[in-house]
């Protein structure tokens, strides 16, 4: 049997090195968003004939005097039917710089959950103003939620310039309004960008209707920005590895999540010796492994195996040591909560963080926040379908935990309901107590 | 130092770690291979999960008995390389044991019977997750499609009631005669796969390269003439140079002209194309505006 990654045979190797960028936009009826997107997957000619065709169909059938580009991503039938967006739905283009994965998210308040799912795995999140409404009750909520989730980067998009005579003082007005409210947020990388999605505007190329702004056109944007420092990789965390022998003729372990390993600070799945990387560590592994006098690299554990180095892997992964994760069983977090059923201060739900389920109970609700406004309802005792709250949770087992704001990926949990097995919560750690 | 990841390189190792949530977490998965490009990147990528030792859970193939006779060699091979178990469902036993009725006539399918033998076969062996190589770019319907995808105990999916799914949380809880489908290409384009199978130097069933073959025109398409598919009057069958850009039924998988002799020719073709492999080359997807919405409702792959 061929070793897995053993081949390679040098083909296409420009593509190869293409990085990859998430971004979610959100957004509803008359925002501009489908526009946009349509308008990216165009110019970057990712939209194909016969989606092109059939949307035109579409248009044409029901009687429109346009082409509803909405129609390319509104996969479902309801939302055909009813003009909104409900669930998330991804669609992916590519430059020769970058590979972009975008969550096209819903922007109704009713469906928060979906937008929260899809702007999860976020790298830039989109907020679209309609340059005659200024900034309005949406997108305040879109820049909140981006900001609560760490979206690490922001794009305020202002749409429909042609329709405001491309007056610069409109556009400084909005981004006014918008920074001064935005302080309020956690948020780090604010980028403001006029645009008219329908005529291209700024979109691909700057545009020449708005000689005042000096920034780069979005897309511009979209492929230069900084996003390898986004993630942390100071702190050593390998969640899911898979131990097992080198010859082959043990059947794989799956350990779950431990305390720290032998190697210090390594929060690793496997003993010692084992341990081999998977999702979200390669970034990390690489970065010990490529430094000078280390040698080697660790991208998978297949690759790595299939050079017959797997012996070695214990080495290799003597990382330098960092900040171990806290061991809490009891903490606080912000939950984004999901399902009709309201939470309840009391109840006892599932905890799935990282490799690990546990049990947890909801000690307390210590406040409900208004998406809108912000203000903290500390009288509030649970959370209905979409609404987002600060609770303090106890679980049956300890978990090892990070600051969401610290880790995305050691900081985030969902709860799922035992009795029905839907995942009703998702939740963001904040801090931990004992 | 590199901090950063190759986007293959990154789609890679979030399809490995869905592989090994599946394999933690579910008492018994199954890979769906159709010896088709997509479903090799999946088998590819279950190897390097669990390499050195075997990946867990064995492959099943529904064969829908209209299938390139190149590529049922190609798929025994392959199984055969790997030592895995093989799974074969057939729809000629579904039809036979009257769970399913053959359409006839010359655009008679068997596509939309799979599924029948799909759900039978998951209910007899008591698979609880199902590994398929769908992607997002496919279709609009499965851009909507989570990566662990619920279905109920009669195998549907109910679109507007997914559950969130968040960061790299997967929740695959079912009960008994429930199960997931779990789609670890998600993120993938058809460009991205066929870049994968060029970096990895995997092997391919030689249709997906350019080869002279009678076909005969219908709808637009180019069909090659078989067994399974009865001429209308009008249709002329003629030779053509051709290449598959899916797999699927050869009743209703289209061929594309093409001189694509390597990969690199392959992956040229595929940057350069217009028009999408599902428009280009699927019968199955043209009944109506929401063809696979409804389909994938029923338990289709």
Redesign the interface.
């Known amino acids: 049997m061929a070793p897995p990654g053993a081949a390679g045979n040098g083909l296409l190797t420009s593509e190869r090195q293409t990085e990859m960028l998430r971004f979610a936009t959100a957004g509803s009826v008359d925002d501009g968003k489908s526009t946009l997107i349509g308008r990216l997957l165009y110019d970057t000619k990712e939209l194909f004939e016969d989606q092109l065709e059939a949307v035109e169909r579409t248009s044409a059938q029901r009687g429109d005097s346009y082409v509803d580009l909405a129609l390319l991503t509104d996969g479902l039938r309801a939302e055909r039917e009813q003009g909104i967006t409900i669930d998330v739905a991804y669609r992916y283009f590519a430059t020769p710089r970058r590979k972009f994965v975008i969550a096209d998210t819903p922007g109704h308040i009713q469906y928060t959950r979906n937008m929260v799912t899809g702007a999860s795995t976020a790298d830039l999140s989109i907020v679209l103003i309609d340059a005659r409404k200024g900034v309005v009750e949406q997108s305040r909520r879109h820049a909140f939620l981006s900001s609560l989730l760490r979206i690490p980067h922001l794009v305020v998009a202002v749409n429909k310039m042609d329709l405001v005579d491309y007056d610069e003082a409109v556009y400084e007005r909005i981004a006014e309004d918008f920074s001064s409210w935005a302080s309020k947020l956690e948020a780090t990388d604010i980028t403001f960008t006029p645009i008219s999605a329908l005529h291209g505007d700024n979109l691909v190329e700057r545009s020449a209707n708005m000689p005042w702004y000096q920034g780069p056109s979005l897309l511009y944007h979209l492929e230069h920005v900084h996003i390898a420092s986004d993630r942390n990789l100071i702190d050593n965390r390998f969640p899911r590895a898979v131990g097992g022998a080198p010859d082959g003729r043990r059947a794989p372990r799956l350990p779950r999540l431990r305390g720290p390993g032998r190697e210090r600070g390594v929060q690793a799945g496997g003993r010692g010796g084992r341990a081999a990387v998977g999702e979200g560590d390669a970034g990390q592994a690489h970065r010990h492994l490529r430094r000078p006098g280390r040698g080697g690299l660790l991208p998978a554990v297949g690759d790595h195996a299939a050079r017959g180095r797997c012996r070695h892997l214990a080495r290799r992964l003597h990382l330098p040591p960092s900040q171990p994760a806290g061991e809490a069983r009891e903490f606080e977090a912000m939950v984004c909560w999901m399902t009709d059923h309201p939470l309840r201060e009391g109840a006892r739900y599932a905890i799935k963080h990282t490799s690990r389920t546990a049990r947890a109970v909801v000690d307390e609700v210590r406040y409900r926040l208004d998406v809108n406004t912000l203000h903290r309802d500390e009288e509030a005792g649970g959370l209905d379908l979409n609404e987002i709250g600060r609770l303090r949770l106890r679980t049956s087992a300890p978990l090892h935990l990070d600051e969401y704001r610290r880790n995305r990926a050691t900081g985030g949990f969902i709860l799922i309901d035992e009795g029905t097995n839907d995942t009703v919560g998702a939740g963001m750690v904040l801090g931990t107590e004992g | ?14 399809a ?3 592989f ?2 599946v ?2 977490e579910l008492e018994r998965p199954v890979l769906l291979f159709s010896g088709g490009k997509d479903s090799i990147v999946l088998l ?1 990528l279950a ?8 990946f ?1 859970f064995p492959v099943m193939h529904v064969d829908t008995g209209h299938n390139f006779p190149e590529v049922i060699e190609f798929r025994d091979r392959r199984v055969e ?3 895995a178990r093989l799974v074969v469902a057939s729809v000629q036993e579904s039809i036979d044991s009257g769970r399913v009725r053959e359409e006839t006539g010359p655009r008679a399918s068997r596509n939309r019977l799979q599924t029948t033998t799909l759900l039978d076969a998951i209910a007899e062996h008591g698979f609880d997750a199902c590994f398929g190589g769908a992607r ?2 496919e ?6 499609e989570r990566i662990f995808s619920f279905r109920d105990d009669f195998g549907q999916w109910d ?2 009631a ?8 997967y ?1 695959g ?3 008994k005669g429930e199960h997931v489908r779990v789609f670890p290409l ?2 993938w ?1 058809e ?2 796969v066929w ?1 994968y199978i ?5 092997a391919i069933p030689p249709i997906y390269f350019a080869h002279e073959r009678e076909v005969f025109a219908r709808d637009g398409m180019l069909y090659a003439t078989s067994d399974f598919v009865e001429l209308l009057p009008e249709e002329e069958p003629f030779a053509a140079s051709v290449r598959y850009r899916t797999v699927g039924d050869m009743s209703c998988t289209g061929a594309v002209r093409s001189d694509a002799a390597t ?2 020719d392959v ?1 040229a073709e595929i940057a350069a ?4 492999e599902r ?2 080359t699927r019968a199955d997807d043209r009944v109506t ?2 063809a696979m ?1 409804d389909r994938k409702r029923e338990g289709y792959f």
């Open positions: 130092m590199a901090y950063e990841l190759s986007h293959l390189r990154t789609l890679e190792s979030e490995i770690h869905i090994r949530e394999a933690a590819r190897e390097k999960a669990f390499w050195p030792a075997r867990p390389e790997l030592g997002r770019d279709e609009r319907a499965r851009a909507k679109p507007k997914q559950r969130p799914e968040l960061w790299n949380l929740n809880r079912v009960r998600s993120n384009t460009l991205d870049q060029a970096e990895e130097g995997l990969l690199e992956v194309t217009r028009i999408t428009g280009e505006e929401a919405e």
